[in-house]
Each structure stands twice: as C-alpha cells, then as structure tokens.
C-alpha cells in the first residue's frame, strides 16, 4: 500500500501522525474543512462535522484497530474504519467505511462529502 504524505503531515514524526488527524487534514485538503467537536467527559475521543450550505450535517469519526471508535491517538497504522453519518431535517444515513486500507476508505469518505455537497451546498465556513 502507497501512502500519500500531504503537506500538513510531513511536518509531524511519523509516530505523531493520528488517523484522525490525517482525515482532518486531507479533508481541508480537498476544501472540506471541518469542525472538531466531543463530548468533553471522554478522553482521547472526538468527531467531526462538516456543514453543509443548507444545514444538514455529516458527522464522522476514526475506529482503531483496537474497536475504539471516535478515537484521536490512534495511528494511521491502526486504522480500522471510518464511520460516517449524514443528517438532515428528512432523518439519518450511515456509512461505514472499513476496506482495511487507510488511503480508501478516506479517499471514499471524501468523494461522499463532495457527492453530497452538490445536493446539499458546501460549507461557507
């Protein structure tokens, strides 16, 4: 497997580089910049969100190897899944992205973003 190093990630050690963090970065990458949100009693574990010009929402986050799901410290070389969710006024659609291949599923996970931005708008943030 070919590992592409963006920008972003070529500055940190590659023992620093998160799965989520990787995500983040080559979502805005692709211009889906994204908010990070969490629950503040958990630690190590966030989501985040992309906004979409109409007010729907897709909220995603990384699943180690190890099953923690919505983890921050896990490297991209424990990298399980991707979990997704789209909502809007209308209700929910789950995606799961779980190929066992990093690059895939977040490339997968892009192309669904910008399939549904021309639905739904992209951010203006």
Not at 22 to 47: K, M, N, P, Q
Not at 60 to 71: C, M
């Amino acid at each position: 497997m070919t590992q592409t190093i963006h920008r972003k990630e070529q500055s940190m050690k590659p023992s620093q580089i998160t799965a989520f963090q990787t995500v983040l970065s080559r979502l805005a990458t692709a211009g889906f910049r994204c908010t990070v949100e969490s629950d503040e009693t958990t630690t190590d574990e966030s989501w985040a969100v992309y906004h979409f010009a109409d007010g729907s929402n897709l909220i995603w986050g990384t699943t180690s190897e190890t099953g923690a799901e919505n983890s921050v410290t896990h490297l991209v070389s424990a990298h399980r899944a991707l979990d997704a969710l789209f909502t809007n006024d209308y209700g929910d659609e789950p995606q799961l992205f779980a190929t066992g291949d990093f690059d895939e599923d977040v490339n997968a996970l892009r192309d669904w973003i910008a399939y549904l931005t021309e639905t739904h708008g992209t951010s203006q943030e």
